[in-house]
């Protein structure tokens, strides 16, 4: 059985969307991070780096999401399409969303919900390149209902937990009805919509929020 260590991270969710998605036999194990569960002697042993998500399956120890994803989607024989050249194409989505993707939208997040004095200017630029990064995707979903290819497959979800949370970033998709389309079906989905809903379960964390 594959044991899950995460926490309600866009990195988490896209983790747990493919096991769910897969039916891959798993187990989650909830790590708290704001309380420094990552710090932890036992879980360094696994991850020195102290970052979640990290999987255990045998003797198999691996940290970083899309690595993961690249794992999983071949040990369940699904989700990186019939070729060598649809394999390739759908790892482009998880390098682009690793590189282009992730770093803008986190540093939207950073500056407008954890930095302790706020930047404007910061936040503004980022959030134009995050909006960049949007339109980029819209043109690509031109025609189509997949990142890549007929089918549903890692590169969606990769790059939808992002997507997922532009509402909180303060990011429009009005511009972007291809997006928006895609969204609203993987979002649809039943694995991930039952992903969303358990992240949206404090109880799995024990986490209160701030005003209780």
Known sequence: MIKLYAY???NSLKVLMVLL????EHEFIPLNIRQGEQHSPEFRALN?????????DGDLVLAESNA???YLAQKAEWGLGQSADDAAQINFW??????????????VEYW?????KPNPDALAQYKAIAHKSIAYLNDELEGRNYLYGDDYSIADIALFPWINDYGHLGL???DAPNVARWWKAVKARPATSKACRFFDDRSVFKTKKPTE
């Open 21 to 24: 998605e897969t039916g891959l």
């Open 8 to 10: 309600n991270t866009i």
């Open 94 to 107: 998880l390098f682009y969303q690793a590189s282009s993707q992730s770093p803008y939208f986190g540093q």
């Open 112 to 116: 407008s919900a954890i930095a302790k």
């Open 68 to 70: 993961i994803l690249l």
């Open 172 to 174: 429009s998709l009005e």
């Open 48 to 56: 020195p780096v102290g970052k979640v998500p990290v999987i255990v």
